[in-house]
């Protein structure tokens, strides 16, 4: 089949790789018809994530057909469509039970490389470097799904693909993301990144009550996006958003910051200067300009929570902020799992319909060009959604 | 790393603001340590450990704990067949009954390495422990035993495994001591993690098909040195 592979920092290429295989009983085949190009996927691109491999097929969001199902796997057959949850869960161990998917102790076969990292290891991704497992990603005719019995969800015939695709990831981590905010009538949320992700988190905002979304970006057609969703927005190279926040409050600062940013943020010069000299010596691993600012700016006693992908270590993190002013961080990994059936519904019952986001659409055989066109942001890319 | 960026150096490139740029990255350079002493101190730690054994003694010695998410009597039920632990110890090619509490244990090396052993149960009380030690004149003298304690809040079984292998000296033994390759704690870690994936989803996960046999080589996959590369590829 052809497949996305990672060939190193900033080199992709599509090549022929053999056909995944079921391996497990409760694995499935799914044949994709349809697959998406993340933002985190920018920072496995960009050489920001460790443990990658020459080779390694990319892609975490994705949907298909099922063509092949493993002999424990009852609730799928041969010809059902479905949304693939990006994290990897096997139902049964204990945070699997809690609903913390993405925290499945059974599913990341190299668990031992990211408790070396982190303590100890999150669920295993799909495409996503071999401390998350080093499964094979779905920017490829086809993937192989463990726990198929758990993770897919079947999609009704009257919906297409533009439509549920999302529920992968981005729908469902925006969603959380906002749900993290614990929203009260009367809240104002700050969104920093108007992003795929960014774009998620404000529908998401709305749907759970946020009487304002304030959105943060540096690119005029991602923030009319925002706009267009109902958000205020702020452009952090025109104006200074603690001030600008600070004023758009009424002196509190918002209730809950959403950081849709992650890793490789940007910002005003000194502070990215600062954290791109620290990475560049491989003193930090991770840019946490759009955090510190959230942090900061969040009202006495709110929330900051954070969708964005962080992997390593931080410098200068405003950790007195966060104590002496009450502050709760939440975060994850999200649990796509358990949003997938309500999320549906939404899309169903017509609140939502998540292909707002799309921009270009792409042959897989495209896939490095996509890659380069999200990163630069060029031609107005906000989405890119690719078919075999 | 991305180099068309917003952050224009001619920008604000005034004396002033070069000098605070420069002792912002001096700073960052003294400042440097605190994340990478962590993580080196982390991944020498194994390492470490390995180099003393190996200047010390070859002995094995390896106490790990796994929560099960299944009630003792299932846990213990599965490790008293013993037959089945090689269904998750690597090291293990079978394991065979030869008796009421005997057992003859057959062992894979490197480079085709094999080795086997008798061992009797000295200890088996159900649902609670089990021990084993290998009978007198072993070539790989050893012992070991597991505990299974209801884990609290109806999280299943605490399961505490404790292993040792006596490595006495000469090439036989020698091979022994690699029966569990450069870094027996992490693989002792491995099978154990396996046992909790097969009792837990009834299958050992696996990446891919190419990596049956990485997954169960994990020292192997060391050449990932997240201190040196700082989080880079």
């Not at chain 1, 401390?131 to 969800?153: N, S, T």
Request: charged share 25%; aromatic share 8%; glycine share 10%.
């Amino acid at each position: 089949m052809r497949a996305n592979c990672w060939m190193g920092t900033k080199k992709l290429e599509v090549h022929t790789v053999p056909d995944p295989q079921i391996l497990n009983p409760r694995d499935a085949i799914v044949r994709i018809t349809c697959t998406a190009i993340c933002g985190s996927d920018l920072h496995l691109y960009n050489g920001w994530i460790p443990t990658m491999r020459r080779g390694d097929v990319l892609g975490h969001e994705f949907m298909g057909e099922v063509v092949e199902v493993g002999s424990a796997v009852k609730n799928l057959r041969r010809g059902d469509r479905v949304v693939v949850p990006f994290p990897i869960a096997c139902g049964h161990c204990n945070l699997c039970e809690k609903e913390l998917y993405s925290l499945c102790e059974n599913s990341n076969p190299n668990a031992w490389m990211a408790e070396k990292l982190w303590g100890y290891s999150p669920s295993g991704l799909f495409g996503y470097s071999h401390m998350l497992g080093g499964y094979p990603g779905g920017q490829a005719e086809y993937v192989r799904v463990p726990f198929a019995d758990v993770g897919p969800i079947k999609v009704p015939d009257n919906l297409k693909d533009e439509q549920v695709l999302f529920l992968s990831d981005i729908f469902p981590t925006g969603y959380m993301a906002a749900e993290n905010c614990n929203i009260q009538p009367g809240d104002v949320i700050a969104v920093w990144g108007a992003g795929p992700v960014g774009q998620f988190a404000i529908k998401s905002a709305f749907l759970l009550g946020a009487e304002r979304v304030i959105a943060i970006d540096r690119f005029p057609y991602r923030l009319d996006f925002a706009r267009r969703s109902g958000a205020e927005v702020l452009n952090y190279e025109e104006v200074d958003i603690y001030e600008e926040l600070r004023e758009l409050t009424g002196g509190r600062g918002p209730d809950s910051c959403i950081d849709a940013v992650g890793m490789e943020a940007h910002g005003p010069a000194i502070q990215y200067a600062y954290d791109k000299v620290k990475t560049n010596l491989m003193l930090e691993t991770d840019r946490p300009i759009a955090v510190r600012q959230a942090i900061l700016s969040c009202r006495n006693g709110g929330t900051v929570s954070l969708a964005g992908v962080y992997g390593g270590f931080v410098d200068k993190f405003p950790l007195g902020a966060v104590v002496n002013r009450a502050l709760t961080i939440k975060s994850g990994q999200t649990h796509v799992h358990r949003y997938l059936r309500p999320l549906m519904q939404r899309i169903e019952k017509g609140d939502i319909d998540p292909s707002f986001v799309i921009t270009h659409r792409l042959k897989l055989s495209d896939a490095p060009e996509g890659y380069e066109m999200f990163l630069h942001k060029t031609d107005e890319c906000m989405k890119v959604v690719m078919t075999p | 790393m991305s180099k068309k960026k917003v952050w224009n150096p001619g920008r604000q490139d005034d004396s002033a603001e070069s000098r605070k740029r420069l002792l912002m990255a001096i700073g960052a350079v003294a400042g440097a340590a605190a994340a990478g002493i962590w993580a080196t101190q982390r991944f020498s730690r194994s390492e470490q450990a390995g180099w003393l054994r190996a200047r010390v003694s070859r002995d094995i010695h390896v106490r790990k704990t796994y929560t099960i998410n299944r009630q003792p009597d299932a846990v213990y039920g599965f490790w008293r067949k013993l037959e089945n632990l090689p269904q998750f110890m690597k090291h293990l090619e079978s394991v065979e009954l030869i008796g009421e509490r005997r057992s003859r244990w057959r062992a894979k090396g490197p480079a085709g390495f094999k080795v086997e052993w008798e061992a009797e149960l000295i200890d088996d009380r159900p649902n609670e422990r089990i021990a084993w030690r290998s009978l007198e004149g072993s070539t790989v003298p050893n012992r070991g035993s597991v505990r299974f304690d209801p884990a609290p809040g109806s999280r299943g079984t605490e399961l505490r495994v404790e292993l040792f292998y006596e490595v006495p000296g000469g090439r036989a033994a020698q091979l022994v001591g690699k029966l569990f390759g450069e870094e027996p704690e992490q693989q002792i870690d491995e099978d154990l993690r396996r046992l909790k994936q097969i009792l837990e989803t009834g299958e050992i996960s696996v990446a891919a098909a190419d990596r049956r046999r990485e997954a169960a080589q994990p020292a192997e996959s060391l050449q990932y040195d997240f201190a040196r590369t700082g989080g880079k590829a």
